[in-house]
């Protein structure tokens, strides 16, 4: 402890997140928590990547130390690229979530914007509705789903997804979409108004450059979200070569009781580095849109 | 350029009425300022003349032409908003070429228009900048260029200056004010400053509570008021009133205002012998008493001297009075002070209906 009165004085005068200051306090006040945040959050990641290099003998001898790998090999990814149809997987599951990400988007800015700035009976009724359609779970709604998708005969082709996706991602890029939206001053509209633009030119030209991250954090968010989906490509999908990524690596490398773990761990690492890099291109204005749109 | 009149509006948010038959013209090359307390209605009317808010009875014309079912871009008219409204990600030069863009103005006519506005204002070496890099003055000034650019028949203005600190509203005002002297276009100008209305307005139409209270020149209001709302609005600091009832007893009347007060009155208010009113009279129009004039004791309660003038407020009859006083006295708060109200200085309102009598 400082005795020293003036200094006392001085730390008393002093606000806000000066208590960091001294390197022993910044170490216990931030970087221990973030360290152990960072080994919970990291760690499967570690025993993915470790899991995936480790040759098959060195995966099952219970004498070696399982924290690390003695003699690293890339057979589990040439297996899991050559012998499997991983590419056709991993190229299905970014048509399917491409394709249902910018029809969701583009719905979802139409309904936002609709429901927000055009005035008629019961807007906000249909906000409300639509949230509420987001609240249903996809275990329950795979049911129905199913029977439409069969009616349509879209079974076991990638606009089975493409189509039911949407039904999970709009909601939730409505709502988000309808905040950002709302920050919006009313005035720019209505000046643009004034200044002769229809409401089509004043969405494309004012609203949606204003929106970029709002819009950019939705698409972030349906983009991981059919990435990482599950249920509806288990179900909706039969053959091998339709499949996407997390369905694909669990059924056709898991063959009855017998874990492939080298390739399927492979398999798992691969498929999340797409949304790795999308986060890592747009993590700024993922953040920046949560604190509102347009900043004067 | 065109005339605009407005003619028995009415304006209902459901079933509440806000805008109670409304009628103005305002003639071609005007300013005319519409003040009032807030929730007057008088942005209300601003924005039905620029057709944001639909008119629920009544009829805008301008020019010739009347508007009411006339979308806003087809009414050629231009808005200045408070909060300035400029487009964030567009610069300066993008803000004030949108409309014309949208119309598809010819290249070069847009540049030389926008090059002209900015001229004008003294916006040209700001044209690459984002409104977020510009002072308030400056985006008020580049809202007034967006404005300009179109050379729209009406100029509407939507109490553009609240946003700016003392010192600028009044550097802007005077800017406004010559602007309008050069492009003569009629202009409509929303304020709840009387101070603005007064020095900027060609006109002045007082609004209370959706009606008009008064319409005409600043200083026809000022020395006229029609009733005791716009006597009490114009004017700064604003009007001294006591209620009383008139003695005429055959030469120069009174007024007792209670508690063993009276005021003097001049001559002719005979005929409202015994008639409770509002007197009314202006804090300049309160000098220091002569010995034998008539005049009105109070004590002072506070002094605030301002440099140029002083001003005095005093306790009569339990009221608070104001006097202003331009040549300097020694006051003191707690003294008494004789207070001589100009006799023809004085108004007379109707107790009940607040008219001047």
């Known amino acids: 402890m400082n005795t020293n009165p003036a200094a006392e004085v001085a730390r008393d005068d002093s606000e806000g997140m000066d208590y960091l200051v001294s390197l022993p306090r910044r170490m216990v006040t931030v970087y221990l928590p973030i360290l152990c945040f960072l080994i919970v959050l990291l760690f499967p990641f570690y025993w993915m990547g470790l899991t995936s290099i480790k040759p098959n003998d060195e995966l099952i001898d219970r004498s070696l130390n399982p924290w690390w790998v003695v003699d690293p090999t890339i057979a589990h990814y040439y297996h899991l690229i050559v012998n499997t149809d991983y590419p056709v997987w991993m190229w299905n599951t970014m048509l399917v979530a491409v394709t249902a990400t910018l029809l969701s988007i583009a719905a979802s800015v139409m309904a936002a914007y609709a429901i927000v700035r055009i005035r008629y009976a019961g807007s906000r009724w249909v906000g409300g509705m639509i949230f509420l359609a987001y609240l249903v779970p996809p275990s329950i709604l795979f049911i129905p789903l199913a029977l439409v998708v069969f009616q349509y005969g879209l079974f076991d082709s990638p606009m089975a997804l493409i189509l039911t996706y949407p039904t999970i991602l709009i909601p939730f890029s409505t709502w988000l979409l309808m905040g950002y939206f709302k920050s919006i001053p009313y005035e720019l509209e209505e000046c643009a108004l004034i200044d002769g633009a229809s409401r089509w030119q004043i969405l494309t030209r004012i609203v949606l450059p204003l929106s970029v991250p709002g819009i950019i954090s939705a698409g972030i968010f349906a983009f991981t979200l059919c990435w990482n989906e599950f249920i509806y490509a288990l179900v909706f999908i039969s053959s091998s070569e339709n499949k996407t990524v997390p369905v694909a690596v669990l059924s056709e490398l898991v063959e009855g009781d017998i874990y492939h773990w080298g390739p399927l761990m492979a398999g798992a690492l691969l498929g999340s580095v797409p949304v790795c890099i999308v986060y890592s291109f747009f993590v700024e204005h993922y953040v920046s849109s949560m604190t509102g749109a347009v900043k004067e | ?357």
């Not at chain 2, 004008?120 to 690459?128: Q, V």
Request: charged share 25%.
């Open chain 2, 1 to 357: 350029m065109a005339e605009v009149r407005i003619r028995d509006v009415r304006k209902s948010f459901g079933h509440v009425e806000v805008i109670h038959g409304v009628s103005v013209d305002i003639a071609d090359g005007e300013f005319v300022v519409l003040v009032g307390p807030s929730g007057c209605g008088k942005s209300t009317l601003l924005r039905m003349i620029a057709g944001l808010e639909r008119i629920s009875d009544g009829q805008i014309l301008i020019g010739d032409r009347v508007v009411n079912q006339v979308p806003p871009k087809e009414r050629d008219v231009a808005m200045v908003f408070q909060n300035y409204a400029l487009y964030p990600h567009m610069k300066v030069y993008d803000n004030m070429a949108f409309s014309l863009k949208l119309r598809g103005a010819d290249v070069g006519d847009l540049d030389a228009r926008v090059r002209r506005a900015a001229d004008i204002l003294g916006l040209t070496a700001l044209l690459d900048r984002f409104p977020r890099q510009l002072s308030g003055g400056q985006r008020q000034r580049v809202a007034m260029g967006r404005a300009i650019v179109r050379d729209p028949q009406v100029f509407l203005f939507d109490e553009p200056l609240s946003n700016l600190d003392a010192k600028l509203r009044v550097q802007m005002r005077t800017e406004i004010k010559e602007l309008h002297q050069r492009l003569t276009t009629t202009s409509v100008y929303v304020t709840h400053d009387q101070i603005e209305a007064m020095t900027m307005a060609d006109r002045i139409v007082v609004m209370h509570d959706g009606i008009v209270e008064q319409i005409g020149e600043p200083l026809e209001l000022y020395d006229n008021p029609r009733n005791t709302f716009v006597a009490g609005f114009i004017g700064s600091p604003a009007m001294n009133f006591v209620r009383g009832t008139v003695r005429a007893n055959g030469g120069p009347g009174r007024l007792e205002a209670g508690e063993g007060v009276s005021f003097p009155l001049g001559d002719g208010w005979s005929a409202h012998d015994g008639r409770p009113v509002v007197y009314g009279i202006r804090p300049e129009h309160l000098v220091m008493a002569e010995p034998g004039q008539p005049a009105v004791d109070g004590e002072i309660a506070v002094v605030e001297p301002t440099g140029a003038e002083t001003l005095l407020v005093s306790r009569i009859a339990g009221a608070e009075f104001q006097a202003v006083f331009r040549e300097r006295h020694a006051f003191r708060p707690g003294e008494r002070v004789a207070l001589a109200p100009l006799l023809d200085k004085v108004h007379l309102f109707d107790a009940e209906t607040g008219q001047h009598l």
